[in-house]
Antibody, heavy 120, light 108 residues
């Protein structure tokens, strides 16, 4: 079964760092892009960026460039999303999703989501 | 802000047909994908490419595109189709993607 399993919920304070993960299984992890999507409470989906684990090619949405870092460790089929200094406005649900080599074929497999709460 | 524009809310009577639209200049060059999201759940891909349904998606869901507008049509809407629907496509640069603001579908 093809699946993406994300790390568990996090509660952090402003200014702290955080790295959440997304582990792929059931398919060739290095042959598909992995994307990260933010959903703030009660709001819509926002495309943050994507990474191709095969060569670590990474693209960021201009809205998120410099705010987060996307990385991947292909040896353990895991992608990451990290923050160096969290803000309260980072409170959201974060999803990872799989995209094909041709992005236009959609995000066909989604992780279950990781809730990040940032509060003093 | 998103380069893809959707109506915030649409309603349809049970068993009737509804079209959800997504507008954006990039749609003249790239296909849209469509996602269904129910409360407390991760999004699910329902349409991709020209008009393709992933395995398990009912054939009452279909997609089309004309000019700068992509559409998701549900023919014979069911109660279980009540959800938020999002379109997704590349932006005008082609180097990133984005989502529309989402459409809340109510089945009456």
């Amino acid at each position: 079964e093809v699946q993406l399993v994300q790390s568990g919920a996090e509660v952090k304070k402003p200014g702290e760092s955080l790295k959440i993960s997304c582990k792929g299984s059931g398919y060739s992890f290095t042959s598909y892009w992995i994307g990260w999507v933010r959903q703030m409470p009660g709001k819509g989906l926002e495309w943050m960026g994507i990474i191709y684990p095969g060569d670590s090619d990474t693209r960021y949405s201009p809205s998120f460039q410099g705010q987060v870092t996307i990385s991947a460790d292909k040896s353990i089929s895991t992608a990451y999303l990290q923050w160096s200094s969290l803000k309260a406005s980072d409170t959201a649900m974060y999803y990872c999703a799989r995209l094909g080599v041709v992005w236009d074929l959609g995000m066909d497999v989604w992780g279950q989501g990781t809730t990040v709460t940032v509060s003093s | 802000s998103s380069e893809l524009t959707q109506d915030p809310a649409v309603s349809v009577a049970l068993g009737q047909t509804v079209r959800i639209t997504c507008q954006g200049d990039s749609l003249r060059s790239y296909y849209a994908s469509w996602y269904q999201q129910k409360p407390g759940q991760a999004p699910v891909l329902v349409i991709y490419g020209k008009n393709n349904r992933p395995s398990g998606i009912p054939d009452r869901f279909s997609g089309s595109s004309s000019g700068n507008t992509a559409s998701l049509t549900i023919t014979g809407a069911q109660a279980e189709d009540e959800a938020d629907y999002y379109c997704n496509s590349r932006d005008s640069s082609g180097n990133h993607q984005g989502f529309g603001g989402g459409t809340k579908l109510t089945v009456l």
